[in-house]
């Protein structure tokens, strides 16, 4: 059974139309074949900025961090591991201010971890989160896919094959905040993608 992590990012929590789309694309999922699922909401996490003092706790061995050391070094520890025991990560991505959620940011900042998720080599960076697939489910109030605007699905994109991701698929809900017809409009469309992906897909 494949195990997929579903990453949920918006400040609505369960109310919010990227949450709702994870959920959409979960029961698509299980309906089609059941998965390991695991659902991370990381308004659960309070995480803050990323600091000199926590990458300087990564960079210092298990066994000899003090105990403080030790509390913040265990989110990136745990999430770096979660992503290794995943075959798919789903993120759940609202467009905030045209970019990506801070929570979602700083949970990027988390599992980017040298030697970890990403090497230097005489050739450039190598990324080893390898064989692995991710879908993004990009929820915006407007209507910015495929226009220069739209610099959150690169950011995105960029990240994810830095650390090793090859497999980048995204599925957009948009114009939400257009009027009543334009948000149902941007569900019937994303429910007939998802339909699609999943009569598509074979390998699951
Ligand atoms: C703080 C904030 C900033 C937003 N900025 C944008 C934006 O730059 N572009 C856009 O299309 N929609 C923007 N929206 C609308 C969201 O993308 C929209 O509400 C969508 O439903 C996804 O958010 P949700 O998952 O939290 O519901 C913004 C919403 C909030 C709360």
């Known amino acids: 059974m494949k195990s997929v992590l579903v990453i949920n990012s918006s400040l609505n929590g369960a109310a919010g139309n990227s949450n709702k789309a994870a959920k959409k694309y979960i029961k698509a999922l299980n309906e089609n074949k059941p998965a390991n699922i695991t659902e991370l909401d990381l308004n659960d996490y309070g995480l803050p900025h ?6 300087q706790a990564w960079r210092t061995n298990a066994s000899e961090r003090s105990s403080s050391q030790e509390a ?22 609202p467009m905030y201010n ?11 900042d988390r599992i980017a971890r040298a030697g970890k998720t990403f090497e230097y080599t005489s050739k ?8 692995k697939k991710a879908t993004i489910l990009a929820a915006r109030g407007g209507k910015y896919q495929g226009t220069p605007m739209d610099t959150q699905s690169d950011y995105i994109k960029n ?13 957009y809900i948009e114009g939400l905040a257009m009027g009543d017809t334009s948000a149902s409009d941007a569900w019937k469309n994303f429910d007939a993608n998802i339909s699609e992906l999943f009569t598509m897909v074979t390998d699951y």
């Open 98 to 108: 045209f970019g990506i959620p801070s929570t979602l940011k700083a949970y990027f």
């Open 72 to 93: 913040l070094a265990n989110h990136s520890d745990h999430f770096i591991e979660q992503l290794f025991s995943s075959d798919e990560v789903v993120l759940a991505v």
């Open 159 to 171: 990240f994810l094959e830095f650390i090793g991701f090859e497999d980048i698929n995204f599925i």
């Open 124 to 131: 450039g960076p190598k990324g080893l989160v390898t064989g």
């Open 50 to 55: 990323l600091s000199a003092e926590e990458m």
